[in-house]
């Protein structure tokens, strides 16, 4: 009688047991299926898609840039004095050292934690997006590119000389097609207005100041020459870029030697 209790508790613990087990597999599969995905790699400044030069696959027609330099001969006093709009330019080719250091100075990364870039920026939602539009640059083929500040590299947009193309969206003004290249410069402005609202706008038109005098006194230490061109079709320039609705063509750069 003894036994057959002992037998029957004994059966009685096996088979909780069993079910213990059952129920914390259970469990755990179940956490496991619940488990939060692995955070996503936070977006990297300037890597943010954009039109569609930013469908492009990394490391598809990218360029790498030489390092820019962060020492000049001339002092900033200088370069402000000698600063002048310059719309002739020699026949002699921008090197792509020059259109690195020009890129840097617009929009290059500068702070240590490779984030804050070489232009100040409202809230530093960095709204600026630059093109390249190549025509007669040393070591770089003909073609639209855009700049990756995070990389400092060129993503090919289109791989042909649009100058001619730029032009004529620019009221035809001739230094924009006999510069060796342009620089585009673009807004995208939600990404300043998610946090500002309607004063955003406000905000990106500043930074684009920003950046094309640093671009301009970069230009003179170089002995560059370039002129800030405000008068052009933005739905021509855009389209040209092949870039979305959201990037807003905000002045357009012809850089050359100084004739
Ligand atoms: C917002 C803005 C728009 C401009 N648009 C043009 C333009 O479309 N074409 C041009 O040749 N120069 C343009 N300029 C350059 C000015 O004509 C030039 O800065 C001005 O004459 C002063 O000369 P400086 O830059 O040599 O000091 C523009 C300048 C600014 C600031």
Redesign the pocket.
């Known amino acids: 009688m003894r036994k057959a209790r002992s037998a029957q508790i004994a059966r009685l613990l096996s088979q909780t047991l069993s079910y213990l087990t059952i129920l914390i597999l259970l469990l755990a599969a179940l956490l496991i299926t619940e488990a939060p995905a692995p955070a996503k790699e936070p977006v990297k400044e300037g890597a943010i898609p954009v039109g569609e030069a930013g469908l492009k696959a990394a490391g598809v027609g990218e360029i790498v840039l030489p390092e820019p330099d962060t020492t000049g001969p001339l002092s900033l006093e200088t370069l402000i004095s000698k600063r002048?709009?310059v719309?002739e330019y020699s026949d002699r080719p921008v090197l792509l050292s020059e259109l690195s250091q020009l890129l840097w100075a617009a929009q290059g990364i500068t702070g240590e934690n490779g984030f804050k870039r070489a232009a100040p920026s409202a809230g530093a939602k960095y709204p600026i997006e630059l093109f390249v539009l190549a025509g007669n640059v040393d070591g770089l083929r003909p073609g639209i590119y855009r700049y990756v500040p995070s990389t400092h590299t060129l993503v090919t947009v289109k791989r042909e000389d649009a100058r001619g193309t730029l032009c004529a969206e620019a009221l035809s003004?001739e230094?924009v097609e006999a510069a060796p290249l342009d620089i585009v410069i673009t807004g995208v402005y939600e990404r300043t207005m998610e946090k500002y609202g309607e004063r955003g706008v406000r905000y990106v038109h500043i930074e684009v100041g920003a950046v094309a005098e640093n671009i301009y006194l970069q230009a003179e230490s170089l002995g560059l020459g370039t002129?800030?061109?405000?008068?052009f079709s933005d739905e021509g320039v855009r389209s040209l870029l092949g870039a979305k609705e959201e990037v807003a063509p905000l002045g357009i750069m012809p850089v050359g030697v100084k004739r």
Do not use: L
Request: proline share 0%; with cysteine; hydrophobic share 40%.
């Open positions: 002048r709009s719309r003004q230094c002129v800030f061109v405000g008068a």
